[in-house]
């Protein structure tokens, strides 16, 4: 019937919810009713610290997870059986070791060594320990590695020098092969970082300092030839030191070194002549650790000291200053003969020092020279022996345009103070031409001594050949070396204090290390020593 089939429609869908129903909660049912499988666990043991403990732990279990469980902390050096990031497997035995390291500081000694050192400025066969050798500390750090307090390891870890070894280093004379010449007056030279002095003959030598330690910035002796002033390296530990002021008797042997207390003295001491006591002047510079090493003061202090050693009457002449261009590197300065004017020379003037203001009269602008380098050229400087002139070297302008700082034209060049222009006595000489004039000789006359440079247009790099010429420049002799030989190195040379032989002054020279005396009228050249170790030269 149609009515009957409608209703049967209708209750299909009641019946298909009804039964799905029926299904989910008879699924449920079965889930809840049926036995839940129990997860198996596994059986780890850990052995820490003397004991041994058991755990149970689910599958998957790492090393890590499993000492974090059992409450166990891992030092950073610690280490772990398997490792720790490994998963756990049934029964496994897990050990901690503990690891310790420890750092032990042994301290040795190093043996200083022994050196000889053969000069002919010793008798031969006599010894002379010029530095007593002196041992030095090294501190060994060793590295031990213990594992659950079991050594396993014991290695070097580092080394550091405390205190290097001083060598010993004895002097042992040979026969020179140079035979003695007389000599007038102290002769003192710097050779191996020891200062000897020879007076009367060149074969009369005898050590001052045998420290070996002179740096040979300052190599001066006083007028009367009776003191060396002279500058020592720091020490070790010395802190803003580039080097100490020293000064000592040349006239008796066994004297001690009186320190003047003055630090940093690299261009300028000298002696104030004509003083009552022993005086000198000197200028200072600071210590810097970009080259070349300092910045000048370019002051001028000046200190009185007794042969006892006491210092007294320091004071300051000139105040610290710019120094003008390139001041940088520093003033020169140079007292006249009679010790009552003094004379200063810097890379842009050459002028005099008001004692009493302290200021400076520049007599003669320079050309700066530049050298595109962390050094500044300063020019020679040095009075006539009657004070009426100074000698030095002029940088002259550029030829063809070129610039003036770059140029290579250097003048020997005399300031007369009587008035009228520089007198240039040698064009180009050289920029290290260094001139010096000789004592007054026979009807007040006097020579200029300077070098002269084997390529002037590039006196720089150039060697230097020794010339002798009048005081207007005149009469001009290439002394030495002899023409083919290698020149010399730039250098003041020294003039003797008298005649060496006759009415001939002899003049100090430096050449490939050892010292030579060559005659002023050319005719005899002498070599004084032989081990090709001597830097600085002084004759008084």
């Known amino acids: 019937m149609p009515g009957t089939g409608h209703s049967v429609r209708q209750l299909l869908p009641f019946f298909q919810q009804k039964a799905i129903l029926v299904l989910i909660v008879s699924f449920l049912a079965g889930c809840i009713s049926a036995p839940q499988a129990t997860q198996s666990l596994m059986t780890v043991s850990i052995q820490a610290d003397g004991q041994t403990r058991s755990l149970k732990l689910a599958p998957g279990t790492t090393v890590k997870a499993a000492l974090n469980q059992a409450g166990i902390i891992i030092g950073s050096l610690d280490r772990t059986e398997p490792p720790m990031e490994n998963v756990l497997t049934d029964q496994t035995q897990l050990q901690v070791i503990r690891v310790k390291e420890i750092f032990e500081v ?3 000694t190093i043996p200083f060594d022994h050196q000889i050192i053969h000069n002919e400025s010793l008798p031969e066969g006599e010894t002379l320990l010029v530095q007593p050798g002196v041992n030095g500390t090294r501190e060994i750090t060793y590295r031990r590695v213990l594992e659950n307090n079991k050594e396993i390891s014991n290695q070097e870890f580092k080394t550091t020098v405390i205190k290097n070894a001083i060598p010993e280093i004895v002097m042992v004379g040979i026969q020179s092969p140079f035979a ?23 074969g009369n030598r005898r050590p001052l300092i045998t420290t070996g330690d002179l740096d040979g910035r300052i190599f001066s002796l006083s007028p009367d030839g009776a003191w060396l ?15 100490t002021l020293w000064v000592i008797k040349t006239t008796e042997t066994g004297t001690q070194p009186i320190d003047l207390k003055t630090t940093n003295v690299i261009h300028y001491a000298g002696w104030v002549k004509n003083a009552p006591n022993p005086t000198i002047t000197y200028s200072t510079v600071e210590p810097r650790e970009t080259a070349p090493g300092w910045q000048a003061n370019n002051d001028l202090n000046i200190l009185t000291f007794s042969q006892s050693g006491f210092l007294s009457n320091r004071k300051t002449i000139v105040q610290p200053n710019s120094g003008g261009i390139y001041g940088w590197w520093g003033t020169n300065f140079a007292w006249s003969a009679d010790g009552s004017q003094m004379a200063y020379a810097r890379p ?5 020092v008001d004692l009493k203001t302290g200021t400076l009269q520049s007599k003669l602008d320079l050309i700066p020279y530049q050298t595109h380098s962390n050094w500044a050229w300063v020019p020679g400087l040095a009075w006539s022996p009657e004070q009426t002139a100074l000698f030095t070297v002029v940088h002259k302008p550029a030829a063809n345009g070129g610039s003036n700082e770059d140029s290579q034209f250097f003048d020997l060049t005399a300031l007369i103070f009587a008035g009228g222009q520089p007198l240039s006595l040698y064009p180009q000489s050289g920029m290290f031409a260094y001139p010096s004039p000789s004592p007054l000789q026979s009807g007040k006359n006097y020579q200029i001594a300077f070098l002269k440079a084997i390529f002037p247009e590039q006196s720089e790099t150039s060697h230097y050949r020794l010339v002798v010429i009048d005081r207007d420049g005149s009469d001009r002799k290439e002394l030495f070396p002899d023409q083919g030989s290698p020149g010399i190195d730039p250098q003041r040379v020294i003039w003797s204090p008298k005649p060496r032989t006759g009415e001939v002054y002899s003049i100090a020279v430096l050449y490939q290390g050892n010292l030579w005396l060559v005659d002023s009228n050319g005719q005899q050249t002498i070599q004084v020593t032989g081990d090709g170790l001597t830097t600085q030269v002084d004759w008084k």
Do not use: C, F, R
């Open 106 to 108: 042994n301290e040795v």
């Open 180 to 202: 003695a010449t007389p000599i007038p007056g102290h002769l003192a030279y710097l050779t191996g970082g020891n200062a000897w002095v020879m007076e009367g003959s060149t």
């Open 229 to 243: 002033l002279y500058t020592v390296k720091p020490s070790k530990d010395s802190q803003n030191t580039i080097n």
């Open 348 to 352: 842009d003037s050459v002028g005099l």
